[in-house]
């Protein structure tokens, strides 16, 4: 099985529905992230998690909200979906840092979403 | 603000030729670390290599190699005799240490550049 889920793996909505995308992962990880991906824009960071009960914004939180519901499991909602929205998106997860050094992040497989 | 730019959007190549994708980043830090990451057509993130700042040395993984330069703010990935199998989105990506000397673990990514290495 895969360290880093993420539900659905597609989906195609309608403006102003609300929408929530799921991760969950096994990795033990106490740290969650959230990007999205746009064509020529490489990924950029929505919202992180360091832990149960710490969520901060990202570069590109407008629309979005986040729930960290346990250490394994990060929810990404639009509350409000919009046709710019549309994108593929990532969940992510990194460890305690190495000695010395900082773990990578551990990506899924990502959700793409659509909005009409 | 970091900032990492990988200006070459698009590279084509034909079988076993060589490749390098470029990488210049910008950030006020002296720790920092620097990632490349692989996108292959299936659409997920596979993680290559991780460099911090304090090590300037080159590396080299099979076809792979990694050329870090502070004085140019460069990390470039070069591929040798590249094959079909690295036709890819490949993205540079930049992360911080914050002022508590922990690094947030926030990556910064390049715009992604696509090689398509033909047969």
């Known amino acids: 099985d895969a360290d880093v889920t993420q539900t659905p793996r597609n989906r195609i909505t309608k403006t102003g529905k609300r929408i929530m995308l799921e991760c969950s992962q096994t990795k033990g990880h106490d740290r969650m992230y959230w990007y999205r991906q746009d064509p020529g824009l490489g990924l950029r960071l929505i919202y992180y998690?360091?832990?149960?009960?710490?969520?901060n914004k990202g570069e590109i939180s407008d629309g979005y909200s986040v729930s960290r519901q346990a250490q394994a499991k990060f929810s990404l909602s639009l509350e409000s979906a919009i046709p710019n929205q549309t994108a593929l998106y990532f969940c992510?997860?990194?460890?305690?840092?190495?000695?010395?050094?900082?773990?990578?992040?551990?990506f899924g497989p990502g959700t793409r979403l659509t909005v009409l | 603000a970091q900032k990492v730019t990988q200006a070459q959007t698009e590279i084509s190549v034909v079988e076993k030729e060589d490749v390098t994708l470029d990488c210049v980043y910008e950030t006020r830090d002296t720790t920092y670390y620097l990632f490349w990451y692989k996108q292959p057509p299936s659409g997920e993130l596979v993680f290559l290599i991780r460099?911090?700042?304090?090590?300037?040395q080159n590396e080299i993984s099979g076809r792979y190699s990694w050329n870090f330069q502070k004085s140019t703010s460069s990390f470039n990935f070069t591929i040798t005799a590249s094959q079909v199998v690295d036709s890819a989105v490949y993205f540079c990506?930049?992360?911080?240490?914050?002022?508590?000397?922990?690094?947030?673990?926030?990556?910064?990514f390049g715009q992604g550049t696509i090689l398509t290495v033909h047969p």
């Open positions: 992510a997860t990194s460890g305690e840092e190495l000695a010395g050094g900082y773990n990578e992040q551990f």
């Open positions: 998690s360091f832990d149960v009960k710490d969520i």
């Open positions: 460099r911090n700042s304090f090590d300037e």
């Open positions: 990506a930049l992360s911080e240490e914050d002022a508590g000397g922990t690094s947030y673990g926030k990556l910064t």
